[in-house]
């Protein structure tokens, strides 16, 4: 069973979903940004220290990249961009959870240009989000950040709750 509530029905809209000042703009991506997102997407990718031979496979980023225009997937971008270029990319997605009944939003990626940073970019991105997630009914997004990354931290700290947990992972 796909889950599709109407928030997932939408995809490439171009219209600025937050215009946070005359030159900055959230919105969907369009194919046409490939180009320029990548370079984002590495930038994110080697901060977590996925780069060289521990680079992403490159079929995985291509096969995100597709995920955000493939109207069968729970998976969504949006970009920041201020005159003409992309400054930021985030990426979340929606599933189902054992302590609610509505579907809660994952925030995965979230990264802004280093030139551009300290500008409000990561913020506009995490509102945007926040601004999808309310016109979808839903009521919660999260996410998560290494804890060695002071800058972020601060950021989230003033949008949102810590709760505390630690995140575990195994590879099976």
Request: include cysteine; aromatic fraction near 10%; hydrophobic fraction near 40%.
């Given at each position: 069973m796909v889950l599709r509530p109407a928030v997932l029905e939408r995809r490439t809209a171009l219209t600025p979903l937050v215009p946070m000042t005359?030159?900055?703009?959230?919105r969907p991506p369009v194919p046409a940004d490939r180009a320029a997102w990548q370079p984002l997407w590495d930038g994110y990718n080697a901060f977590y220290g996925r780069e060289g031979p521990t680079a992403l496979d490159p079929r995985i980023t291509e096969t995100t990249w597709q995920r955000f225009f493939d109207p069968a997937e729970p998976v969504f971008a949006l970009v920041a961009e201020r005159g003409g270029a992309l400054t930021g990319l985030v990426h979340y997605l929606y599933h189902r959870s054992t302590t609610r009944i509505e579907l809660t939003c994952y925030l995965q990626d979230l990264y802004t240009a280093p030139a551009a940073r300290?500008?409000?970019?990561?913020?506009?991105?995490?509102?945007?989000?926040?601004?999808?997630?309310?016109?979808?009914g839903l009521h919660r997004v999260y996410w998560q950040t290494h804890h060695t990354n002071a800058a972020g931290r601060r950021l989230y700290d003033s949008v949102a709750k810590h709760h505390g947990f630690i995140v575990y992972a195994r590879e099976v």
């Amino acid at each position: 069973m796909v889950l599709r509530p109407a928030v997932l029905e939408r995809r490439t809209a171009l219209t600025p979903l937050v215009p946070m000042t005359a030159d900055l703009v959230v919105r969907p991506p369009v194919p046409a940004d490939r180009a320029a997102w990548q370079p984002l997407w590495d930038g994110y990718n080697a901060f977590y220290g996925r780069e060289g031979p521990t680079a992403l496979d490159p079929r995985i980023t291509e096969t995100t990249w597709q995920r955000f225009f493939d109207p069968a997937e729970p998976v969504f971008a949006l970009v920041a961009e201020r005159g003409g270029a992309l400054t930021g990319l985030v990426h979340y997605l929606y599933h189902r959870s054992t302590t609610r009944i509505e579907l809660t939003c994952y925030l995965q990626d979230l990264y802004t240009a280093p030139a551009a940073r300290g500008q409000g970019i990561g913020r506009a991105l995490i509102e945007a989000v926040c601004a999808q997630v309310r016109q979808a009914g839903l009521h919660r997004v999260y996410w998560q950040t290494h804890h060695t990354n002071a800058a972020g931290r601060r950021l989230y700290d003033s949008v949102a709750k810590h709760h505390g947990f630690i995140v575990y992972a195994r590879e099976v």
